[in-house]
């Protein structure tokens, strides 16, 4: 395997699908790009539903057969349920394009593509790297602007790496965000706490009348609660449930919870359209929680 470079067109901070697409994207153009990225991949993360409109962006880094032929859970469409009184709405992917379906992924398989794929694209791509300082510089007359970044390898290996541009794909603990910026704001419409776990054995959701047409997903909201099941290859389907992180901390204080999985299980009961789906389901993994309180930000800068 190559060693970290000591410089580069480009440093990307992070491999996730952010990292890793703008990684085959520019190393596709012809800069010499770097990632350095913190886990070592495959690494579990939460998000497996996607829309039709990433497809042209798949197809833009010559990834989308990539994907297409992977396996990943086939979405043709997805029903939205705003009232448990009323009928769905309907979204049909497929009604004016049978090829314009969206999929279900595993976070851990997709994300992992999409790093060996920038990798293949000429990117030089370095797992288990955290970048632990970001050197500030300036041409005279020119802004102080980020010009090196100081890594550290899960061995204790540390260097440094000189660079022309930088992107910070590091997601909510972004570096230069968070350290160096401090530009993060809280949007109090999305602090929320969502709460997940997968299960094993249930229905799917067939749009009626076309009985012969199963959707990936199907969304609630019911109250203040906004609820969803989507499917996976793994025939696992996830329901998640999403609400405001005030009113769910004073839930979990007011009725004195042991532990997430009663506050999970109690706001289940408010979706019974999911409850109906999941049917004789069995839990097969354990409960997941996250926050969702901050933009993620995205930084390029020009030495």
């Not at 497996?48 to 880094?61: A, M, T």
């Not at 004195?256 to 097969?284: C, V």
């Amino acid at each position: 395997m190559p060693s970290i470079p000591t410089c580069a067109q480009i440093l990307i901070i992070g491999g996730g699908p952010s990292g890793s697409y703008a990684a085959s994207a520019l190393a596709r153009e012809g800069f010499s790009v770097v990632l350095l990225e913190a886990d070592k991949f495959p690494r579990y993360h939460i998000g497996e539903s996607l829309l039709p409109s990433v497809r042209p962006f798949l197809k833009f880094i010559d990834a989308e057969n990539l994907v297409a032929t992977h396996g990943f859970t086939t979405k043709p469409g997805a029903a939205v349920k705003l009232n448990q009184y009323k009928h769905e709405g309907y979204t049909d992917f497929i009604a004016l394009d049978s090829n314009n379906n969206s999929w279900n992924v595993i976070r851990s398989e997709f994300d992992e593509l999409l790093l060996q794929h920038a990798s293949k694209s000429g990117a030089l791509v370095f797992e288990e790297t955290k970048v632990i300082d970001i050197e500030f510089g300036a041409k005279p007359g020119s802004q102080e602007r980020p010009v090196a970044a100081t890594w550290k390898t899960s061995t204790g290996e540390e260097g440094c790496i000189r660079f022309d541009y930088l992107v910070d794909a590091s997601g909510r603990n972004g570096i230069m965000s968070t350290k160096y910026l401090n530009n993060r704001r809280h949007n109090k419409s999305l602090k929320n706490i969502a709460c997940w776990g997968y299960w094993e054995g249930t229905d799917k959701y067939i749009r009626a009348p076309l009985e012969r047409t199963p959707y990936g997903s199907r969304h609630f909201k019911v109250e203040r609660t906004y609820s969803f099941e989507s499917g996976d290859s793994r025939g696992l389907y996830g329901s998640r449930h999403e609400y405001r992180q005030e009113e769910s901390c004073q839930a979990m204080c007011r009725r004195r919870y042991r532990h997430i999985e009663e506050h999970y299980l109690e706001e289940l009961d408010r979706a019974p359209g999911l409850i109906r789906l999941l049917g004789d389901a069995k839990l097969r993994t354990s409960y997941g929680t996250d926050y969702d309180q901050e933009r993620r930000v995205i930084t390029a800068t020009q030495q």
